[in-house]
């Protein structure tokens, strides 16, 4: 049995099953009536355009495989931002700054910065820009112990604002 068989088996309940991953990651939208979009949606205090759920098992499992290997079981989650351009390279990346290629990279001092709340980020940003049209927030789970690496935290939802 291959390991993406078992990390496949083993998904959070919310995941979809698609019928195939030929890429690393899905993203799936979260309908508005959904009692999955009001928990997320309860996190901000700005107009949403769309929640989306990210469906990547490599990362997923990574992550699972790296809470198994510390003993670390408990989770909490965290908003980090970048921008609308430079969405689609942290979530290919695993939030990797040095890829990232436009604004809200000073905001973090050239590294990723996870944020316990979603009032916390936005005075950051809102530092550093007039408004958060560009803005795309990733709730990640982590793991309560200090991240070390890419492996200590997976991607579960995108945020985008009107």
């Known amino acids: 049995m291959s390991l993406i068989s078992v990390v496949l088996k083993n998904t959070p309940d919310e995941w979809d099953n698609p019928p195939v991953y030929d890429t690393s990651y899905i993203l799936v939208e979260v309908k508005d009536y959904t009692n999955e979009y009001r928990n997320i949606s309860s996190n901000f205090n700005l107009r949403i355009r769309k929640i989306s759920r990210v ?63 979603f009032s916390s980020l936005l005075e950051q940003v809102n530092r550093y820009q007039d408004n958060t049209h560009n803005l795309c927030v990733l709730i990640i789970s982590r793991i309560t112990s200090p991240i070390k690496t890419q492996c200590d935290y997976y991607i579960k939802y995108v945020v985008e604002f009107a």
Do not use: W
Request: aromatic share 16%; net charge positive.
């Open 55 to 117: 469906q990547n098992p490599f990362q997923y499992g990574r992550f699972m495989l790296r809470k198994e290997m510390l003993g670390v079981y408990c989770e909490t989650i965290a908003f980090h931002g970048v921008h609308r351009n430079d969405l689609q390279t942290a979530l290919k990346h695993t939030c990797d700054y040095r890829r990232y290629t436009l604004p809200f990279e000073d905001v973090y001092d050239k590294h990723p910065v996870f944020h316990s709340t």
